[in-house]
């Protein structure tokens, strides 16, 4: 696949995440499982732009302006639902803050001010979907990206990390098997298989291309939100 067919392949994953509350809560866990690749693939690409881009600056910029621009739609759109039911989803301003930190690391030459700043944009990131995951991820994404063996070790690392993390409290509970799944960012080092699927090339360049993520991202977050609100009754 190209990085548009890539884009398109993760789309999908992403809304069959999304749409659980419109399906039995069986379906919804298997899907939330298997989409657990989903954003880390987006912060692969991010890592990738990132070292493409002709203007950092630029395209950082970019992911913040579309993070803001859902954060408010997000803020508008949860006046009107219930208090138990907004939106909270926003991606974007993740791999924004991992775009930044990614700038940091690399053009930042104070060792001072470069760790502060990386610690900074940690605690930020506590704020923000994904959280320090979608950090780290890019991060170390980004310092073996010239070394797919020691990315997939890393990868499988943190994948190890991840569990053992979130192992005991699953074992502290009546179904441990039900709560991994609930917790299944373990699993997120599916991403590397799947990246023998992407072939690296761009594919077609166009408006629509560029910037479809952006809208369509927020927009089908939205859309699934009215509708499970306002005109369907989650399934039994």
């Known amino acids: 696949m190209n990085r548009f067919q890539f884009k398109l392949f993760l789309a999908f994953f992403m809304v069959l995440d999304h749409i659980q509350p419109l399906v039995p809560d069986t379906v ?51 006046l009107w639902l219930p208090k138990d039911g907004g939106i909270h989803n926003n991606i974007l301003l993740s791999l924004a803050l991992g775009t ?15 760790t502060l700043s990386i610690l900074g944009l940690f605690f930020l990131s506590f704020f923000t979907e994904g959280g320090p995951f979608i950090l780290a991820f890019m991060l170390g994404t980004y310092i073996f990206w ?20 979130t192992l005991p409290y699953a074992l502290e509970t009546k179904h441990p098997i039900r ?18 699927l992407y072939n690296g090339k761009p594919g077609p360049k166009t408006p629509f291309t560029q910037y479809f993520f952006y809208i369509f991202y927020p927009l089908h977050l939205w859309i699934i939100k009215c509708i499970e609100i306002f005109f369907i009754s989650k399934p039994s």
């Open 28 to 78: 919804g866990l298997v899907f939330h499982v298997v989409s657990r690749f989903v954003a880390v693939g987006f912060a692969y690409l991010a890592v990738e732009g990132f070292f493409y881009t002709r203007d950092v600056k630029r395209y950082t910029i970019r992911l913040g302006a579309f993070g803001l621009a859902m954060a408010l739609g997000n803020f508008i759109l949860n």
């Open 100 to 114: 930044m930190l990614l700038w940091v690391f690399r053009d930042m030459k104070k060792p001072m001010y470069r």
């Open 146 to 165: 010239n070394d797919r063996r020691k990315m997939g070790i890393f990868y499988l690392v943190f994948s190890l990390v991840l569990f053992g993390l």
């Open 179 to 196: 709560t991994l799944g609930e917790s299944p960012e373990f699993i997120f080092c599916i991403i590397f298989p799947i990246l023998k």
